[in-house]
């Protein structure tokens, strides 16, 4: 049992044992929405995706957060053009997991080869922590992606795109992004990088990856070149 407490923090109760699962993140978020009034607007449910159970916390119109119990980790979702996700309530019919459109009033299957929301995009997108010279800077010759190559599907996206923008601040301001390819069916043989970045400041560098094809995006990690910088003495 999973639940959203009046102190702002979301426990699992382990055995008779509430232990704390929520991010700072996540419990600012829950505060935020009782402050403002908007504790009715919280709900929560459940739904499974391939093997992945999750625990959906959703307050309507301002955000969504997903805890993944295999994992033990947190992420956001977004539906398109939305600061939330458009799910509302799920159950369990006939060895599916259907949930409901809170706009539309349709109902909907999860599916792990289905990449849309409906007809709607379904944007793919995560932010790198940050990577720090302090206090000097760092010169960019080369930044490296690793992600799941030739994912590209005839006819739907024959050549499936990744967004690529970086904030050499520290996340305050990103630049504007660039885009390579993610593959076309069976085109393997590379991998999306981006040369010459530039020099990061003292906070260091973010990188910030989307994709909204309707394609798998798998992504194993990354891989940054640097050259520090600084005064001599």
Not at 37 to 53: H, Q, S, T, W
Not at 202 to 225: K, M
Request: aromatic fraction near 12%; glycine fraction near 12%.
């Amino acid at each position: 049992m999973i639940l959203a407490a009046d102190d702002f923090v979301v426990y699992q109760l382990d055995g008779y044992t509430p232990k704390p699962i929520s991010t700072n993140d996540v419990s600012r978020d829950i505060q935020s929405a009782v402050i403002a009034g908007k504790r009715d607007l919280i709900e929560a449910y459940v739904y499974m995706y391939d093997k992945n159970p999750f625990w959906v916390l959703n307050c309507h119109e301002e955000w969504t957060w997903e805890y993944n119990l295999s994992t033990g980790e947190w992420n956001e979702r977004k539906s398109y053009n939305r600061d939330n996700w458009r799910g509302m309530k799920s159950v369990r019919v006939f060895d599916r997991w259907i949930v409901g459109d809170e706009y539309s009033g349709q109902l909907y299957q999860t599916s792990g080869t289905y990449f849309l929301e409906g007809i709607d995009p379904l944007i793919w997108h995560v932010e790198s922590g940050v990577m720090h010279g302090f206090p000097r800077g760092m010169v960019i010759p080369r930044t490296s992606f690793n992600f799941t190559m030739g994912v590209g599907t005839f006819p739907l996206v024959e050549d499936p795109l990744v967004e690529i923008s970086w904030s050499l601040d520290g996340g305050h301001s990103y630049g504007d992004p660039v885009i390579r390819r993610l593959g076309g069916p069976g085109q393997t043989k590379s991998h999306p990088y981006v040369l010459m970045s530039g020099l990061s400041k003292g906070q260091g560098v973010r990188w910030r990856l989307r994709v909204s094809d309707a394609v798998h995006v798998g992504l194993a990690g990354g891989a940054v070149e640097v050259e520090p910088r600084g005064f001599s003495g």
